[in-house]
């Protein structure tokens, strides 16, 4: 069976990763959607098993050691790490999968999947991403100011990616993920195609 594409989503934080990926889920149902382990506490509204796995620091360090995370990384005060066996169940049957995850955990999960499709996530400015993560009103002054300079050095890492899309307007984000997503299939049936007949002109030329 073809492989799912497993397609890695980044950005800084607060430039709306978590807002395009719920209204991607919608315009895109077939897309399965990795849920993280974090040792971060919920936020107001957040639900275990849908938004994260909140795990206390050991539980997350068990973690580590049974390898059951495909990638992990310290992020300002907290871990937060994929589950493996979830990625690697759902691309073996054929479905495509997202990771919405920060920059050096998909830098990782590039070494162990080059053939992923890598789409880093951008604001408008500088000035609407200090707006957005401090509207949201989730961090306190500190940790905002922590994750802004964090952003600095994650957006300094997008030449690593295969894609940036700008978060101008949810829906536009997102039509060109779908854009991307599209393509990326495409270009994969360049090697798959599985017909005899098709197979047998593209051989000859
Ligand atoms: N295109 C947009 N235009 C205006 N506001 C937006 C847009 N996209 C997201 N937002 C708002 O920006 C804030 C941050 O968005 P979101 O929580 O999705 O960011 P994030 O990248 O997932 O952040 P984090 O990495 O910290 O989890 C939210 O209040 C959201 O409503
Ligand atoms: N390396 C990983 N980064 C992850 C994962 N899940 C989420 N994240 C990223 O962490 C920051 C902070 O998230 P928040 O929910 O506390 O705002 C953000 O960039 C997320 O995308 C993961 O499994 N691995």
């Known amino acids: 069976m073809r492989k799912g594409l497993l397609i890695v989503l980044s950005g800084p934080s607060g430039v709306g990763k978590g807002t395009v990926c719920s209204v991607l889920r919608q315009k895109m149902p077939e897309l399965v959607y990795s849920v993280s382990a974090t040792t971060r506490s919920p936020r107001q509204g957040e639900t275990e098993g849908l938004n994260y796995f909140f795990k206390s620091k050991d539980q997350f360090q068990d973690m580590i050691a049974r390898d059951a995370l495909l990638e992990y990384a310290q992020y300002v005060d907290n871990y937060y790490g994929t589950p493996r066996d979830f990625v690697e169940k759902t691309i ?6 997202i990771l919405e995850i920060e920059v050096q955990g998909a830098l990782k999960v590039k070494e162990k999947f080059p053939e992923g499709v890598f ?6 400015s500088l000035d609407e991403l200090k707006q957005r993560i401090t509207g949201r009103g989730t961090e306190t002054q500190a940790v905002i100011d922590h994750r802004l300079t964090v952003a600095r050095e994650e957006m300094s890492l997008l030449r690593y990616y295969d894609y940036a899309v700008i978060n101008d307007e949810i829906d536009a984000a997102c039509h060109r993920i779908q854009s991307i997503v599209t393509a990326e299939h495409c270009r994969r049936e360049r090697f798959l195609a599985d017909y005899a007949e098709l197979q047998a002109v593209i051989e000859k030329a």
Do not use: A
Request: without cysteine; aromatic residues 8%; negative net charge.
């Open 92 to 97: 073996s049957e054929g479905k495509d999968i």
């Open 119 to 124: 789409i880093f996530l951008l604001p408008p």
